[in-house]
């Protein structure tokens, strides 16, 4: 099921940390040169495949929730950050706690990475949904799907790195997109 409000995108802050040492008189010895840092990604297409899996995984988790076990809930979390994964676990706490059931899958339709910021190692990617088959209903069966309700959603979602993995950090709905079938 798609973020049907999205998050909001958060700006990625990056902290530096200044060590310092007092020095001894005297002399010392040099010290060694540390190992190299390996960039996390060696090339945007790297990058755009880490982005998808990420996503292709979240969205296998979400299809695999039980509103009923929060515990089904922790997969799709460890693959999101930040404010998306803030506003889904407030989501799936609320349904669970209201008796919701989720059925159905959503379905990626496509993925295309769109940009890499290779400095803050972010990517952006248009995602199209296919939400058709997903259906929610309350502790009463009453559906709570808007009957408006794109059977599509153009996603425009971005992605953090952590270590050496993605995480899906804000997905907004992207009115200019377009899903092709």
């Not at 379905?107 to 400095?119: A, L, W």
């Not at 995602?127 to 153009?154: E, F, K, M, N, W």
Request: include cysteine; charged fraction near 25%; aromatic fraction near 8%.
């Amino acid at each position: 099921m798609p973020r049907l409000h999205p998050a909001h995108r958060r700006s990625l802050a990056t902290c530096c940390v200044a060590l310092s040492a007092i020095g001894f008189l005297g002399c010392s010895p040099a010290p060694e040169p540390g190992p190299t840092p390996t960039p996390a990604f060696a090339s945007e297409e790297e990058a755009f495949a880490a982005a998808e899996e990420t996503y292709r995984a979240l969205t296998a988790a979400l299809n695999r929730i039980d509103t009923r076990d929060p515990g089904t809930f922790e997969p799709l979390y460890a693959l999101s950050s930040g404010d998306f994964e803030e506003a889904d676990r407030e989501a799936y706490s609320k349904m669970h706690a209201e008796g919701y059931v989720i059925a159905g899958e959503t379905v990626i339709i496509s993925f295309e990475g769109r940009t890499f910021d290779s400095t803050h190692l972010t990517v952006v990617a248009d995602v199209c949904l296919d939400v058709s088959q997903v259906t929610v209903v309350d502790a009463q069966g009453i559906s709570q799907v808007s009957p408006d309700r794109p059977a599509r959603y153009a996603l425009l979602v971005t992605f953090v790195s952590e270590g050496d993995r993605m995480l899906t950090d804000s997905a907004e709905v992207n009115e200019d997109g377009e899903c092709a079938s």
